[in-house]
């Protein structure tokens, strides 16, 4: 699984690091979040698609 | 459930259409919707919208919503829960196994006499480019209202040199962050040159045809060629008011599965509310609680979807803290917890030149909730802690 987040559409919401705090971050000054993991193992894909749901620009995609 | 029927396409009634398919359900759906469009986003109406930034069609929002029988531009004028039919204005009924009342508030008109052009107020689409069109190349603003939408129209419009004055009975913008975090609110919306008449009140919008001016309760005219009225918003509930529902303020009460209840107290299984229309029991709030964020109506809307398929037994309870953001110059303004429940705020970190500002909100000592400016690593540490909080306590 890769995720990529559209960096046009992320506004550091940061939903998506709290429903999946192993995988995005976001620095205190950043625009765009930080994906940690982009390639994480199959364990992590409840949260993941948890994130994507929860995003409220709808920034992050799961390929895979 | 066979029949699904949707009252509000908004963004509720959109998220809970989309999570009803993805739980797996394959029936029908219906959703009426009095406005033409298909459901759409409004924060960026008094942001990137306003500043032109994005089109109409950017404000759509994402996703699909599969499978559905659209009924745009029709109103529901009542609910019948003894036939389970929903009646629209066109004198049509909808038959309905499974209810959601997402239906949401409309802004709050003046209620006075006003000049018949160049007054506004803003909540969806054409509001918005009625108020855009009418701002010419040296208008006047006068906001009335320093609530989120008043002070994000103010930073919208600052940022394209447009002059601007913002009135209201509060003495703080933004009241329901408090005095101290509400002041230095106001400091940045003056260092970007809006005015503001704070603790005051508005007699009359003055003007015979074009609007000319504000006059306040003190006898100042503020001159204006725009006026927007921002003054809070009203549930549209009339529809269902005869229904026998538990209502507060105007809004349908549910439980803590965001299943309505009768004005018995009775919870109704099959039907449901979410966002702006509904108040659910936050532990933190007196009774129901209507929280107007986005992030509430998504949550809400979420779970009602997943429990309307549920035996009444198995159905889960809302665990949302409630969270929501606001974009004003380059101020990102985030809150987590139930703000309204807050009696101290403190202050805990501050930099007035960049600015950021991360603030804490108790009650009885009792952490409640937190308010950051730019500090968006921050605020998240507190909506984890605010949600790990048990029930009860
Ligand atoms: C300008 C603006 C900016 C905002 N910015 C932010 C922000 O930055 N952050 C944040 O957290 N929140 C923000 N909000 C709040 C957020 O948009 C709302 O909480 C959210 O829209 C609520 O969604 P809803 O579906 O409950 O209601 P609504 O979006 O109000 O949708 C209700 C729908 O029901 C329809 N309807 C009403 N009556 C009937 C009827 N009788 N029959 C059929 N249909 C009916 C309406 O036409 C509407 O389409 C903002 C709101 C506005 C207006
Ligand atoms: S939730 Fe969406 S907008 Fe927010 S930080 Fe994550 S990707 Fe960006």
Redesign the pocket.
């Known amino acids: 699984m890769k995720i990529t987040v559209d960096t046009d559409l992320c506004e550091v919401h940061g939903d998506c690091v709290v429903a999946a705090p192993d995988i995005f971050d976001i620095g205190e000054d950043d625009d765009v979040v930080q994906i940690l993991n982009a390639e994480p193992g199959e364990e992590y894909r409840a949260a993941i698609v948890q994130a994507t749901k929860m995003c409220p620009v709808a920034a992050i995609k799961i390929e895979g | 459930m066979q029949n699904v029927v949707v009252?509000?396409?908004?963004?509720?009634?959109f998220r809970f259409v989309q999570s009803l398919r993805d739980a797996g359900y394959d029936g029908a759906v219906t959703v009426?919707?009095?406005?033409e469009h298909l459901p759409y986003d409004?924060?960026p109406?008094?942001k990137q919208l306003l500043a032109g930034t994005f089109t109409e069609e950017q404000c759509a929002l994402p996703g699909e919503a599969a499978e559905v029988e659209w009924k745009l531009g029709?109103?529901?004028e009542r609910l019948d829960r003894d036939l389970r039919v929903v009646v629209l204005d066109d004198g049509s009924e909808v038959a309905y196994d499974g209810l959601l009342i997402?239906?949401?508030?409309r802004a709050r008109r003046w209620d006075g006499a006003l000049p018949s052009v160049g007054v506004h107020t803003?909540?969806d689409l054409a509001d918005t480019a009625a108020f855009r069109a009418d701002i010419g190349a040296d208008a006047r603003v006068v906001i009335i209202g320093a609530g989120?939408?008043g002070c994000?129209v103010a930073a919208t419009l600052r940022k394209e040199g447009v002059d601007v004055t913002i009135v209201d009975v509060a003495a703080h913008p933004m009241p329901v962050m408090g005095p101290e975090i509400g002041a230095r609110a106001a400091r940045i919306h003056e260092a970007e040159g809006v005015r503001f008449r704070l603790g005051k009140g508005v007699a009359a919008i003055e003007g015979d045809d074009r609007v000319t001016g504000v006059r306040l309760e003190d006898g100042e005219l503020l001159e204006a060629s725009v006026v927007l009225v921002a003054v809070g918003s009203l549930p549209?509930s009339e529809?269902f008011t005869d229904a026998g529902l538990a209502m507060d303020r105007g809004v349908v009460i549910c439980d803590e599965t965001c299943a309505v209840l009768d004005a018995n107290g009775a919870v109704v299984p099959e039907v449901f509310a979410?966002?702006?229309?509904a108040a659910w029991p936050h532990r933190h709030a007196e009774g129901a609680a209507c929280i107007?964020?986005?992030?509430?109506?998504r949550d809400m809307a979420d779970l009602a979807a997943r429990n309307l398929l549920l035996a009444v037994e198995e159905r889960t309870a809302l665990a949302s803290v409630p969270t929501?953001?606001?974009d004003q110059y380059n101020v990102k303004i985030k809150s987590a917890g139930f703000l309204r429940a807050v009696d101290t705020w403190t202050i805990v970190e501050e930099d007035a030149d960049k600015p950021s500002l991360l603030a804490e909100g108790h009650r009885n000592g009792e952490l409640v909730g937190a308010v950051a400016f730019n500090m968006n690593r921050s605020i998240i540490g507190y909506q984890r802690s605010l949600a790990n909080v048990k029930v009860g306590t």
């Open positions: 009252v509000g396409g908004g963004l509720a009634g009426v919707s009095e406005e409004r924060p109406l008094s029709r109103r529901a997402a239906t949401g508030r803003l909540r989120f939408i994000e549209n529809w979410a966002g702006d229309i107007e964020h986005w992030s509430n109506a929501f953001w606001s």
